[in-house]
């Protein structure tokens, strides 16, 4: 009897657990939250749980109420591994946000084993081959940055002779792949090629190899600790002359860290418009500085769109899997922070860029 009644009692909770999941729906975000991309998984983090907050104070998806399950990748492919399966296997997720070019490697085919629809976002690595049909990239990539970055070195900076800095990793040989796509198109000559090691800050060696080179510019990409070293170094080191890169090497650590080289430094981004008199923004920027005591910025900004892009596609395909691809392929939902980025028969977002500078720790959009 004592055993019937045990097995009874189970089988309550477990009603009870898959009615509360019914009531729901359920998705999942593997964030960079330790790490060297801790920085800017954490303010990604930020903007979801303000779009999660948002869309439930309006009714939720379907009205289903979102709850939202976060997991650390710890900046690995065995963190993201390890938090995908956590997830999958523990909760009936109907998509997934991810952070950053590891993870977005990681995740590319987990997603065509489990099918689950996954928005991707902080990532601008390339997929070339064998790409998830089930993975979205809401962020612009290499081609669309380095593009951009070298045709300003050509056209509006009359330069030529570039050092050029990239990780020693997967996503490192991405930015060397198609930096030197670009350069060569436009017939730019580059005196360094640098692949730092991502895992040590002793990048004294590397320094001296870029002043020795002389550049009138220098291309840093990657983030963390090791490319904050050399930066430091090499202003150290008495370097004057220009800097171009991306979003990466803007974050407040970067900043803080590297003596004051990047100020005046080229940045092509999409940053967020703090003054803008868009309703949409105008409530996000308010709403973040309440809750956050600062302002708002691309990184959070991101993060809140990626969030929006996969609720809004579940949405309108019904959370059927199929349903979703499509939904996310031919509408563009309102309210997005950081203009009207598309995808246009492509997993990978047509994405709104300009280049900035930066004054005094601020990007100034150039006209």
């Given amino acids: ?122 990532c601008t690595g390339m997929l070339n081959n064998n790409r998830s049909k089930w993975l979205f990239r809401y962020c612009y990539n290499e081609d669309q940055e380095d593009e951009c970055m070298m045709n300003f070195v050509k056209n509006d900076l009359k330069l030529s002779d570039m050092a050029l800095l990239y990780p020693n990793t997967l996503f490192g040989q991405d930015f060397y792949t198609y930096s030197k796509k670009y350069i060569d198109i436009n017939g730019l000559n580059v005196v360094a090629d640098i692949a730092y090691d991502f895992n040590t800050t002793n990048q004294k060696g590397n320094a001296l190899k870029v002043i020795y080179s002389k550049p009138e510019i220098i291309c840093a990409r990657g983030f963390g600790s090791s490319l904050d070293a050399l930066l430091r170094n090499i202003a150290e080191l008495g370097y004057s002359n220009k800097i171009i890169g991306d979003l990466s090497i803007t974050t407040p650590s970067t900043v803080n860290n590297t003596h004051g080289i990047l100020e005046g430094a080229y940045i092509v981004a999409s940053d967020l418009n703090l003054y803008s008199e868009n309703a949409d923004i105008k409530a996000y920027v308010t709403k973040y500085r309440e809750l956050y005591k600062k302002d708002p910025c691309f990184w959070d900004a991101i993060g809140y769109d990626s969030m929006l892009y996969l609720c809004n596609s579940l949405h309108i395909g019904l959370q059927s899997q199929e349903g979703f691809i499509s939904a996310i392929l031919n509408n563009m939902p309102t309210g997005l922070l950081l203009g009207d980025n598309r995808f246009v028969n492509s997993n990978d977002v047509t994405f709104d860029m300009h280049m900035f500078t930066m004054e005094s720790g601020k990007l100034i959009k150039l006209q």
């Fill in 1 to 122: 009897m004592k055993k019937i009644l045990v097995v009874l009692l189970a089988a309550v909770l477990l009603c009870g657990c898959q009615n509360k999941n019914e009531e729901v729906i359920q998705i999942g975000a593997l964030l960079s939250l330790t790490g060297d991309n801790a920085q800017q998984g954490t303010l990604a983090q930020n903007g979801i749980m303000l779009c999660v907050d948002n869309i439930n104070a309006n009714g939720g998806i379907n009205g289903k109420k979102i709850e939202l399950i976060i997991e650390d990748t710890q900046t690995s492919t065995k963190g993201t591994l390890n938090a995908f399966k956590k997830i999958i296997s523990m909760h009936n997720v109907q998509g997934i946000v991810v952070t950053g070019d590891t993870e977005f490697q990681a995740v590319n085919t987990l997603a065509d084993e489990y099918q689950v629809p996954i928005v991707a976002t902080i």
